[in-house]
């Protein structure tokens, strides 16, 4: 019972600020604060030259311009050393023919796993899971999604999921399941009876009862 209080102490929660950092990576030291002002999209692997996590990094380097066309960054993490990393990711434009144009934390000492909940007994002691944390530019845990070791992550959900973020952020909606850029989005419902009667007569909402509306942005 005292191991598993201590692991849910120690995971990160949405909406709080993401855990500092201050880590070596194949791009020098880098820090939490470094990314300040932009989004950052923290993944871990579970290992360097293992084949799923190799079609992963080069599903994120492909995407790395669209990523950053969102100022949006990209930081890789596992429990490799520089070595390592810096030798995965010359094989991988070498036989892949694809650079990896982020930089990899070797976090050989785990402190960077252990803070963001990376490691998952029962997955693996010294590994870290496929975990993906989207950080905002002040900071703040918006999202996190874990997946098991044998199962690649979908990139482009996570470009989506990056969108739809910042698509309510920037106009107060929510976005129903599978949202992409240019659908209708979901206003927040009305809080008064009066509200919500002057919400199922107006023409400025697709209203289907007067909790779902949605609109075109």
Not at 84 to 93: E, L, P, T
Not at 97 to 118: N, R, S, T, W
Not at 169 to 193: L, R, Y
Request: with cysteine; aromatic share 10%.
């Amino acid at each position: 019972m005292e191991n598993t209080e201590k692991q849910v102490i120690g995971m990160p929660r949405l909406n709080e600020p993401a855990p500092a950092f201050n880590a070596p990576t194949t791009d020098g030291v880098k820090t939490l604060e470094d990314y300040k002002g932009k989004w950052l999209v923290l993944f871990s692997h579970p290992a360097d030259f293992t084949p799923v996590c190799t079609t992963e990094f080069m599903a994120f380097a492909k995407m790395a311009p669209e990523f950053n066309k969102r100022n949006c960054e990209l930081l890789g993490l596992s429990i490799d050393s520089h070595h390592s990393h810096i030798a995965w990711m010359r094989n991988i434009k070498e036989k892949f023919g694809v650079e990896i144009p982020f930089p990899i934390i070797a976090d050989l000492k785990m402190e960077v796993a252990q803070a963001y909940g990376m490691i998952h007994p029962g997955a693996a002691d010294t590994s870290a899971v496929r975990a993906t944390f989207m950080i905002d530019p002040n900071g703040i845990l918006r999202a996190m999604v874990y997946y098991p070791m044998s199962n690649g992550r979908s990139i482009p959900e996570f470009l989506r999921l990056l969108d739809a973020l910042q698509t309510s952020d920037e106009h107060g909606v929510a976005t129903p399941e599978g949202w992409m850029p240019g659908d209708k989005v979901i206003v927040p419902p009305a809080a008064t009876a009066e509200a919500a009667e002057e919400r199922m007569n107006s023409g400025d909402y697709d209203c289907v009862d007067f909790y779902y509306c949605t609109k075109q942005l």
